[in-house]
């Protein structure tokens, strides 16, 4: 995809969703925080069913931790991992209050020294919560970078450095949420809604059909 492309591919999402944000329910970073590192291998949905009640409860670091591994297992026994993302949460609360006053650290070397957050939940929140120009690759836009042909690269490390390269500065704030919206409800894994897709036209996927419908993709 050359760089006219890659402009008009930007150019089309945003036209279609002007300002897009996380489908994770949050109203701060903290709780932000919670809801990425619950959010591994489970579904928005089933964080959202958990966190809406969690927090009404507890949402700041002393409250969690006051709370306990116990006390946070009912919110959170629905979602996969539960029993090592309460853990994370406790240690993670413990490590805010000690180092970081309660609030969430703005830098990816702190973010990532919490427990459980890896480079891909630092760019969350980085993006997020503090507006800062970062993709976090999940498999949405892995497989959107990949087979649109937008920022090819046989990992998710190699992706996210040819999308802060390839994409236009003017639309990279937004890029994360764009391409991960596109990923999730349109260029799904097994049948890519090829014939709706507002950024067909500038897709160099090969294997497209009337129905979306193809085989051994990513």
């Given amino acids: 995809m050359n760089p006219e492309k890659r402009r008009a591919f930007f150019e089309q999402l945003k036209a279609n969703n002007p300002k897009p944000t996380t489908e994770l329910e949050y109203s701060t970073p903290f709780e932000l925080l919670i809801a990425v590192l619950l959010s591994a291998q489970a579904t928005d949905v089933s964080v959202n069913k958990g966190t809406k009640k969690l927090f009404k409860i507890a949402n700041t670091p002393q409250a969690l931790l006051d709370l306990g591994e116990e006390g946070v297992r009912p919110y959170i026994q629905h979602i996969g991992l539960f029993n090592s993302k309460g853990k994370h949460i406790q240690e993670t609360c413990q490590l805010l209050l000690e180092k970081h006053g309660g609030k969430v650290p703005?830098?990816?070397?702190?973010?990532?020294?919490?427990?459980?957050?890896?480079?891909?939940?630092?760019?969350?929140?980085?993006?997020?919560?503090?507006?800062?120009?970062?993709?976090?690759?999940?498999?949405?836009?892995?497989?959107?970078?990949?087979?649109?042909?937008?920022?090819?690269?046989?990992?998710?490390?190699?992706?996210?450095?040819?999308?802060?390269?390839?994409?236009?500065?003017?639309?990279?704030?937004?890029?994360?949420?764009?391409?991960?919206?596109?990923?999730?409800?349109?260029?799904?894994?097994?049948?890519?809604?090829?014939?709706?897709?507002?950024?067909?036209?500038?897709?160099?996927?090969?294997?497209?059909?009337?129905?979306?419908?193809?085989?051994?993709?990513?």
Avoid: M
């Fill in 106 to 218: 703005e830098t990816r070397e702190e973010l990532e020294a919490l427990p459980g957050v890896g480079r891909k939940t630092a760019n969350v929140i980085l993006n997020t919560a503090f507006g800062q120009a970062t993709i976090a690759v999940d498999t949405h836009i892995f497989r959107v970078s990949n087979r649109t042909g937008l920022a090819p690269g046989k990992d998710v490390l190699k992706v996210e450095q040819q999308l802060l390269k390839r994409v236009p500065k003017e639309y990279l704030l937004d890029a994360h949420h764009w391409l991960i919206l596109h990923g999730r409800y349109t260029c799904k894994a097994r049948n890519p809604e090829c014939a709706q897709c507002i950024v067909e036209p500038l897709c160099g996927f090969k294997q497209k059909t009337s129905k979306g419908k193809v085989r051994g993709d990513i």
